[in-house]
């Protein structure tokens, strides 16, 4: 099988390793393209993303590398962009004039509706059962159709190439302890949001980083979705949503 991953994370994020070393990997598995997507500066403070100065060092050392190898391996500089309602997203201008080659676009924050805080739901199980409580006063179908919405929104109005993680709402979720993904709810609610990613015409990633992190049991998204994305035709690429120059294929096999 030939392989490419287009969500890699590294030093200058949340990540470990260094560029160079996700380039050796993907050479010794006979990749024929590497895609770079650190995290995208954010409007706000946050610990895990990458800093102005850290874009610029990035996207020098991932120019580099493209010049390196150029003859060996397609290397393509990318983000993680997050979508923020009203503030930020994969085509926001911003973002653009970055020139960058593709973004993924993820959701990883709920905004309080009362004081605008930015929630992380794929952060520490407190910090999701904080957002419940706080933001959505416990119903947990209002947080996942929040979830939703934002993803349709972008998908919508600030479409990446690659949809990252569609339903890593399902992190915080373990043994389906705050909802089934066999109710009719929230089968409507993925249904409805691969509508919109077809409508976006944006690829949808198998993503295997709550494997490799042993956050899930099964990929993003769990494979009943991917049934309903493959019937809508909705392109798919795999990633690992690596973070380690070693996770490089992390569990593709099984992915596959
Ligand atoms: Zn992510
Ligand atoms: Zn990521």
């Not at 391996?73 to 983000?79: K, N, R, V």
């Not at 109005?157 to 993904?181: A, C, M, T, W």
């Not at 919109?196 to 015409?201: I, K, L, N, Q």
């Not at 490089?248 to 099984?254: L, N, P, S, T, V």
């Amino acid at each position: 099988m030939v392989w490419t991953n287009y969500h890699c994370h590294c030093y200058l994020d949340d990540g470990d390793g260094k560029l160079q070393d996700y380039v050796e990997q993907a050479l010794d598995r006979g990749f024929p393209a590497l895609g770079f997507s650190c995290h995208a500066p954010l409007p706000f403070p946050c610990d895990w993303v990458l800093s102005e100065e850290g874009f610029s060092v990035y996207a020098k050392e991932v120019g580099a590398l493209k010049e390196r190898y150029a003859s060996r391996l397609q290397i393509y500089l990318g983000l993680e962009v997050d979508y923020l309602r009203g503030l930020s997203g994969p085509a926001h201008p911003a973002i653009r004039a970055r020139g960058l080659d593709y973004t993924i676009g993820s959701v990883h924050f709920l905004d309080d509706p009362a004081s605008g805080a930015h929630n992380e739901i794929d952060g520490s199980p407190e910090g999701y059962a904080r957002c419940l409580a706080s933001s959505f006063g416990g119903d947990i179908r209002a947080m996942v159709r929040e979830y939703y919405r934002l993803v349709r929104e972008m998908a919508a109005q600030s479409p990446p190439e690659i949809i990252g993680h569609l339903d890593v709402i399902k992190k915080n979720n373990p043994g389906e302890r705050y909802f089934s993904e066999s109710e009719a709810w929230y089968r409507e609610e993925v249904g409805r949001t691969l509508e919109a990613v077809a409508a976006s015409g944006a690829i949808l990633e198998v993503n295997t980083g709550g494997l490799a992190r042993r956050k899930t049991d099964s990929v993003y998204p769990s494979p009943w979705i991917l049934t309903e994305s493959a019937a809508l035709g909705i392109p798919t690429t795999i990633s690992s949503d690596a973070h380690d120059p070693k996770q490089i294929a992390f569990h593709f096999d099984e992915a596959l």
